[in-house]
């Protein structure tokens, strides 16, 4: 697969289009070129799937026309000619057209490919109140007598409301179609069709525009996506519809499980194609793991067998490179929409705050203690503690806040702490734990303690020990909590140090907040000013700093350790941590995601993130550190996930508590995600230019594992 793991449809997406055409009333002839032009160019954009508005040969707004046989000759013969000319075609076409069918007269939707009109769906629901009446001209599809009928020459094609077409192939792929009205029900039957195993919903709309509409349409169609984990595309009748009394926007929308992924322009006078990748399996995982969708199928199981599958022949373009239209993040954790990411961060802040201080509430206590490193960390965390005690009404002294400098702590994070616990407000502390370390060294017979420069695992681990031993007897003299500080980026590859290091608190608030999250939430705390200007100027300062355990000695002036150049970078182990979590995706997927996310230097929609976000990874380098994370995350670091302290869960990526989203053995192995890595992505790579992580020390052997 390797010679074609740039090719999105080898990784479970496929490209779809969604076309608003120009047309004329009762003008079936031009309508299908216009259709027919719109198909080509969906095709030669690589769509595996064109979808085309409500009654779109015809026009939606023909009136008492529909009774009249010329137009209704006309439609046939426009579909006819449309679907013979898709015959070298490698795409499923959608399209609506008035059809009559033993004595009565249908609103349908077509679905054709190669030639072949694979299925005919009529309209469930028939509006006929305000503005509409399609009852005087139209049969509701409960009213047809027949599963099969008789159309352009061919025999026993499929007739119904209740068809899924399933592209061979690729079986994630199941398509059903439901027209305009059926949305606006309060049971769609998109709705049965996903549970029955349609994946992509289509929706052939005409819907005229008034005041506040769109946003209902995008309403419905998102939470119709949402509740039926699918994709939801909507395709609105615009330029060319009459006037007499509507008017319309030509309104085109592509979701996926909720979220937007396209959207066209509304009010356009001239025709448009909207096109964006589906994700399959983020909807089949989603389907899987969300037990509640299957146990619904199950209380309509004699429903959802009521419908028949149409198999669908369609050479996938498989061959080549590739890559989606549709963008992905990043930092998927963090919304590339400056006024999102403000809103996301505060919400992560009130999380965060209401579980610490329901946990204050419910045992009494209204004091905390936490450890200040002048770090990412414990920064986030103080922040927390910080608005914790301003939401009870209790001052921020009784924040004990304690840095603790060890044998490695540099100049530049000691000043910061102390910058940082002034500017919060809270008790400022300060303890040394070297004189408490060395008494360690020597008790246990460490070359240290004898004047030997030996900086292993135990040397490294003493020092993260005694500072949470401080920290924990501290909490006991003053009746107060210790708030762990270590993130969910640290337990998912197991960069903490086990039991009483930084792995244990009384209650660990950033454990379920990734390190790329906490980094822009500091950030935008930073250029709000909500602490104030010395504040801000301190947080600008942290972010600055080399992420480092700061545990093995150097000069003094900076962190001596870089923990990235150890460990590989945060931001792409987030996003493989998102993808790992969140929807079990294949070690190729996930690389294939990173290589669309991260291989172009261009960052044109994050103008506010800093110059050192703003690189680029290739293949091999994506490779090399998923490397990285499939060991440490499947094998090495479950067992210091299996006994983390409580801590409130923030984001639908997930958590890692034994008691939440995330029960793994500690004795598992990694061989299947790692030899899944090493035959299927590329090793393709190009040098990495510069970037500003600090300090690139060859890794020891306790560094790689630490603790």
Not at 6 to 26: K, T
Not at 562 to 589: C, I, M, N, Q, W
């Amino acid at each position: 697969m390797k010679e074609d793991f740039f090719n999105l449809y080898n990784h479970d997406l496929i490209r779809v289009a969604v076309a608003v055409p120009a047309l004329r009333v009762a003008d079936p002839a031009f309508n299908r070129e216009q259709t027919l032009s719109l198909v080509r160019s969906a095709a030669e954009r690589k769509a595996v799937l064109a979808l085309f508005p409500e009654l779109g040969l015809s026009a939606y707004t023909c009136d008492d026309l529909f009774q009249q046989c010329a137009l209704l000759d006309g439609c046939l013969d426009a579909l006819a000619r449309l679907v013979g000319e898709s015959r070298e075609l490698s795409i499923i076409g959608v399209v609506g057209l008035p059809l009559r069918v033993d004595h009565l007269l249908f609103n349908c939707g077509v679905v054709f490919a190669r030639g072949r009109v694979l299925g005919v769906v009529p309209k469930t629901y028939l509006p006929n109140y305000r503005e509409f009446y399609e009852l005087r001209q139209f049969a509701a599809a409960d009213a047809a007598h027949r599963e099969t009928i008789d159309i352009l020459g061919q025999h026993n094609v499929a007739f119904g409301n209740r068809l899924l077409f399933r592209v061979e192939g690729q079986p994630n792929c199941v398509i059903h179609a439901e027209i305009c009205e059926d949305l606006w029900v309060p049971i769609s039957p998109s709705s049965y069709a996903a549970m029955a195993g349609a994946t992509v919903l289509l929706n052939l709309s005409a819907s005229n525009i008034t005041v506040a509409k769109a946003d209902y349409r995008r309403l419905l169609a998102a939470s119709q996506s949402a509740r039926c984990l699918a994709a939801y595309l909507y395709s609105a009748a615009g330029p060319g519809e009459s006037t007499t009394d509507l008017a319309w926007d030509g309104h085109a929308l592509i979701y996926e499980n909720g979220n937007l992924l396209a959207e066209s322009g509304r009010f356009s006078d001239e025709p448009q194609l909207l096109t964006s990748e589906i994700d399959l399996e983020r909807l089949v995982q989603e389907r899987m793991r969300q037990n509640s969708f299957g146990e619904s199928a199950r209380r309509v199981s004699e429903e959802i067998r009521r419908f028949r599958t149409v198999d669908v022949a369609l050479d996938l373009p498989r061959q080549g490179r590739m890559l989606p239209e549709r963008r992905y993040e990043r930092f998927p954790y963090v919304p590339s929409d400056p006024a999102r990411r403000g809103e996301r961060c505060s919400e992560v802040y009130e999380i965060q705050v209401q579980g610490l201080a329901k946990r204050l509430r419910s045992t009494g206590i209204k004091r905390v203690v936490i450890g200040v490193s002048g770090g990412l960390d414990s920064t986030h965390a103080l922040l927390v503690c910080a608005q914790a005690m301003d939401r009870l009404g209790y001052p921020r002294g009784n924040v004990l806040g304690y840095t603790m400098p060890g044998f490695a702590t540099s100049a530049r994070t000691l000043e910061q702490a102390r910058r940082l616990m002034r500017a919060i407000g809270c008790q400022a502390h300060e303890l040394d734990i070297r004189p408490s370390a060395l008494q360690m060294l020597k008790d246990i017979g460490h070359p240290y303690s004898r004047g030997e420069q030996v900086y292993d695992v135990t040397f490294e681990n003493v020092q993260a020990g005694e500072r949470t031993s401080h920290l924990f007897r501290l909490a006991n003299m003053h009746g107060a909590l210790v708030v762990g500080t270590g993130d969910l980026s640290e337990l998912a590859l197991g960069w903490c140090t086990y039991g009483v290091g930084d792995h244990m608190s009384h209650y660990a608030v950033n454990a379920s907040v990734p390190k790329t999250l906490i980094q822009h939430i500091i950030r935008w705390v930073a250029q709000t000013e909500r602490l104030g200007a010395e504040a801000s100027r301190v947080l600008s300062d942290i972010l600055a700093t080399p992420i480092s355990p700061e545990l093995v000695p150097g000069d003094g002036a900076g962190p001596t350790q870089d923990t990235e150049a150890v460990l590989g970078p945060y931001e792409l182990h987030d996003f493989s941590l998102y993808y790992t979590l969140r929807f079990g995706y294949l070690p190729s997927k996930i690389a294939f995601l990173a290589y669309c996310a991260w291989h172009d230097r261009e960052v044109g929609s994050w103008p506010d993130i800093p110059p050192d976000l703003r690189h680029s990874y290739d293949i091999g380098e994506i490779k090399k550190h998923l490397r990285t994370f499939l060991e440490r995350f499947f094998k090495l670091s479950q067992f210091k996930r299996s006994c983390i302290p409580n801590a409130p869960k923030v984001g639908s990526g997930g958590s890692l508590s034994p008691r939440g989203d995330y029960r793994a053995p500690s004795d598992s192995e990694a061989a299947p995600w790692l030899e899944e890595l090493e035959r299927s992505v590329p090793e393709r790579a190009r040098p990495l230019p510069a970037k500003s992580w600090g300090l690139a020390k060859k890794a020891s052997a306790s560094q790689r594992h630490k603790g």
